[in-house]
């Protein structure tokens, strides 16, 4: 089904949220919508789904006009959505979840649930889904969750499938399956509208590109388009996606990790026997897939987890089995991996988010009490510093960006009198203008003589920022090389194979 | 543990609501109960039976107004001052526990135990009161800690088995209820431990010695005392601890995200037993007020259920300090005009009916939601809609 937005204008009150958009969605094409935070995508998809009613504008399908006053009314025309939050009901079965709101009921008018599954089953089955039917929503992991979003919009036949920033929540692992789902329903004819700032996805998946910037329709480019210029179009002004520095000046080691060995909950050795050592002015750079315990090692180096055997020594000061508070203190500065779980409080603002690890010292803190106003004031130097765009500092941090949460976590960190800076994926889920701006102050760090461990799954990342990079694979460092190692030889690596000429 | 953030959100207005509804619902149910109102619609229809209705729920609410703030009927003012201080006498213990319920909210924690950390504090606070012998003011102020102390470590063992096994705090608290008051029981049946004399075969400690008494505020007829300072005192620590103080923030900080709390360096476990110990202390202080605030013998009865109803009390505040204390001050009202709601055939019941509806009106809405573990209704495509319709600016995104 062809979908023609004419002229689409949607006001809040003084604010245009969209201004005048008009794109052509064709049928078996994937279509992305690209731009930043803010920048009206979420809008316009709201006044696709009947959620929102346009100011102006008109909605074709198939080239007739319609209009929807509701998501029923879009989901009867043939356009399903997935949220970037899903609406699912945890506490339900797939089944019962896909034909909820439109369930199939026997002459008696009791829910038919053999129907329900039945449907789940066919769907499933011919795209590969795998999914179980009586599994609780729950008790399944987000990607799969998403797939049940997906199977219930096609199980009403959607031909406009609007995916709302799907990859957000999902792993790399997750993502690459994810795409290889929109191949084969554009395949059979779907169009697919694929909502997302994230180029490196856009470039893989699709098959047109919309620049949308400040509610306006910049540009509909060919996904060829190289990515500093989808970039640019997307932020309205030039990025510079290589990571701009110096030759590293290293120095002496101060983080050394030896034959480290730790064992999760079910007695696999997560982390087995790596042994490492971050210098002064250097940043190291640990690359891998996902779940080769990269993650592991930094939660242990700040003491989350119990070391099995092996030492950890920062500036010759044993830290191997310190608490969390006793490392953070000796000087190092962590930025987790999940930073809306570990790494923030959501319902806490900026201000308290900043003392998250100062709550015991100044200049947050003064005797037992907090010094509201030195609080104030520092509050105020981060954000100007790190440039956290935020009405105030007393916002709550779940109200900000993704980049911006971030910027508060990185602020906070690198605050601190630091020996050591590690960050654990610094960028995820974080816009352009914001990876920009991180990977900016990371560098600084290591130019200020602070030895830096980046763990990254983001081989532009690693590329963009390291001076070296060790590669881990099932708990072990397969080798450290340069960064001019060519990305297939680091393939390989990341792969558990050592190639001929790291081994030489 | 969402569920309860959300219902201690609960801001001024909606409050206000719940109060306003709960106290519609009481009247619907006095007039339901009411023989006037059927007299007066069979002798002569609707209309008679509207004023009826209406005169019901006047007097009713009448003698509430009279019982707890404000005897207009009484010879002089003295006499019509004395509902106030029994408002505020009654109100003194429940504001204490609601402090030291919603304290243990904040930080993530269901704490229904207070009706056994109160006894637990009694318990070695009737032993100084009754079987020690000290200086006036001091012995009362002993008094006064012991409680607090007993209590706060009754809550405190809770945190530590919690941190220890991982068992729920809810399961803890019921069951050291029991132990606590039976416990206590066996100390006021044993004749060498805290039995009054004059006790015979029933379990009966003796009143406190004079000396250990919370004094009387004012002479004559008022039986108010002490107490009530001492919840006033107890709202301004947990406002100081809660907000200003550096260990509220790290408790509220475990109640909001355990994860990054830990992330950050605090111990999430020590937490538990502190949060649980200074939780149960302020509801220790609730049970100064009922065993050292009273001039004669009492039993295991003497935690009057303020470990449940500071609950309510919580719920209704808010999480916060000037919330609880109006929430404790209108259910000390309820508790104060009850009897004279029952003088003119109202049955006092009611205002149980209506303590519970306020509750239910604040409670409700994320219980539900809760139970189906559906999204805040901030997130919900229909609230969406509805205010775009309303053409509110905060959506556009």
């Known amino acids: 089904m062809k979908l023609e937005l004419q002229g689409m204008t949607k006001r809040f009150g003084s604010v245009v949220a969209n201004d005048d958009i008009s794109i052509v969605f064709e049928p078996g094409k994937i279509h992305s919508l690209l731009g930043e935070n803010g920048a009206g995508k979420s809008t316009l998809m709201n006044l696709l789904y009947g959620l929102y009613q346009p100011d102006e504008g008109r909605i074709l399908l198939d080239g007739e006009e319609v209009s929807f006053s509701g998501p029923s009314d879009a989901m009867a025309a043939g356009i399903g959505m997935v949220h970037q939050h899903f609406m699912l009901v945890p506490v339900f079965s797939v089944a019962e979840n896909v034909v909820l709101g439109n369930e199939p009921t026997n002459l008696l008018g009791v829910l038919d649930l053999a129907t329900a599954r039945q449907r789940v089953k066919e769907i499933s089955a011919r795209f590969g889904f795998n999914i179980d039917p009586d599994a609780l929503i729950e008790d399944l992991p987000v990607g799969m969750q998403q797939r049940v979003e997906i199977v219930k919009a096609l199980a009403r036949d959607a031909q406009v499938l609007i995916l709302d920033e799907p990859t957000a929540v999902l792993t790399p692992q997750e993502t690459d399956e994810l795409m290889e789902i929109m191949r084969q329903l554009a395949g059979e004819g779907t169009s697919i509208v694929f909502i997302t700032h994230k180029l490196r996805e856009v470039k893989a998946v699709a098959d047109v590109v919309t620049v949308i910037r400040g509610g306006k329709v910049i540009d509909s480019v060919s996904p060829e388009t190289d990515v500093a210029k989808l970039a640019s179009l997307m932020v309205g002004r030039d990025v510079d996606l290589t990571v701009s520095k110096a030759e590293a000046k290293p120095g002496a080691p101060v983080l050394q990790i030896r034959n480290l060995v730790v064992v999760d909950d079910r007695q696999q050795r997560v982390v087995d026997g790596v042994s490492l050592d971050v210098h002064a002015g250097e940043v190291l750079c640990i690359a891998g897939v996902e779940g080769n315990g990269q993650t592991a090692l930094a939660e242990t180096l700040l003491g989350l987890r119990s070391v099995q055997g092996g030492t950890i020594t920062l500036s010759g000061q044993d830290i191997t089995h310190s608490r969390v508070k006793d490392v953070l203190e000796a000087g190092v500065g962590y930025v987790p991996e999940d930073r809306k779980k570990d790494g923030l409080v959501g319902d806490f603002t900026i201000e308290e988010n900043f003392m998250l690890d100062g709550s015991y010292s100044k200049p947050y803190v003064n005797g037992l009490s907090i010094d509201f106003e030195s609080r104030h004031e520092h509050s105020q130097d981060l954000i100007e510093q790190f440039d956290v765009r935020t009405p105030s500092s007393t916002t709550l941090a779940k109200k900000l960006s993704g980049g911006n949460q971030q910027k508060v976590v990185v602020a906070r960190e690198l605050s601190r009198n630091l020996k050591l800076f590690v960050a654990a994926q610094p960028t995820r889920g974080v816009d352009v203008g914001s990876i920009e701006f991180i990977h900016e102050s990371i560098i600084k760090t290591r130019d200020a003589g602070i030895p830096v461990l980046i763990i990254s799954t983001e081989l532009d990342e690693v590329y963009g920022l390291a001076d070296r990079i060790a590669v881990m694979y099932r708990g072990k460092v397969v080798g450290i090389v340069p960064p001019t190692i060519s990305r297939e030889d680091m393939g390989q690596m990341m792969a558990g194979i050592i190639p001929a000429a790291v081994a030489a | ?397």
């Open chain 2, 1 to 397: 543990m969402t569920v309860m953030k959300e219902i201690l959100s609960t801001g001024p207005t909606k409050a206000f609501l719940s109060i306003l509804m709960g106290f519609f619902v009481g009247a619907l149910f006095m007039i339901v109960s009411s023989e006037d109102v059927g007299e007066a619609w069979q002798a002569g229809g609707l209309m008679d039976a509207a004023q009826a209705a209406l005169m019901t729920v006047a007097e009713g609410y009448g003698a509430l107004f009279r019982g707890s703030i404000f005897n207009a009927r009484a010879d002089d003012l003295v006499t019509a001052m004395r509902p106030l201080t029994e408002t505020l006498r009654l109100a003194g213990p429940l504001i204490a526990a609601g402090l030291g319920i919603s304290l243990g909210f904040r930080v993530g924690l269901f704490n229904i135990g207070g009706n056994g950390q109160m006894v637990f504090g009694i318990l070695w606070a009737t032993w100084i009161s009754t079987r020690v012998e000290m200086p006036i003011i001091l012995h009362m102020v002993v008094a006064v800690i012991v409680a607090i102390l007993g209590a706060a470590l009754w809550g405190a063992l809770v945190g530590f088995l919690k941190a220890r096994t991982g068992a729920h705090e809810v399961i803890l608290t019921i069951m050291l209820n029991y132990v606590a008051i039976s416990l206590f029981t066996w100390f006021i049946r044993s004749p060498d431990l805290l039995q009054a004399e004059q006790a015979g075969g029933t379990p009966k400690a003796e009143a406190p010695a004079l000396t250990a008494q919370l004094p009387q505020l004012f002479p004559g007829s008022y039986s108010l005392h002490l107490g009530f300072v001492l919840a006033i005192l107890a709202t301004f620590a947990y406002w100081w601890l809660m907000e200003r103080s550096t260990i509220g923030y790290r408790f509220r900080m475990v109640g909001h995200n355990p994860h990054a709390a830990r992330t950050a360096g605090i111990s999430v476990e020590r937490t538990y037993i502190w949060a649980m110990g200074t939780s149960a202390a302020f509801v220790g202080v609730a049970g100064a007020n009922q065993a050292l605030g009273t001039q004669v013998g009492y039993t295991e009865t003497i935690h009057a259920n303020i470990g449940f109803d500071g609950i309510t009390v919580a719920l209704l505040g808010g999480g916060n300090a000037l919330g609880i204390l109006f929430a404790g001050l209108l259910f000390g009202a309820f508790k104060a005009g009850g009897p004279q709601m029952q003088v003119i055939g109202v049955s006092h019941e009611v205002l149980d009916i209506v303590q519970g509806a306020i509750v239910l009106f604040i409670a409700a809405p994320p219980l539900v939601r809760a139970i189906f573990r559906l999204p805040a209704m901030s997130s919900t495509p229909t609230l969406d809609r509805l205010r775009a319709r309303l053409g509110r600016k905060d959506t556009a995104s």
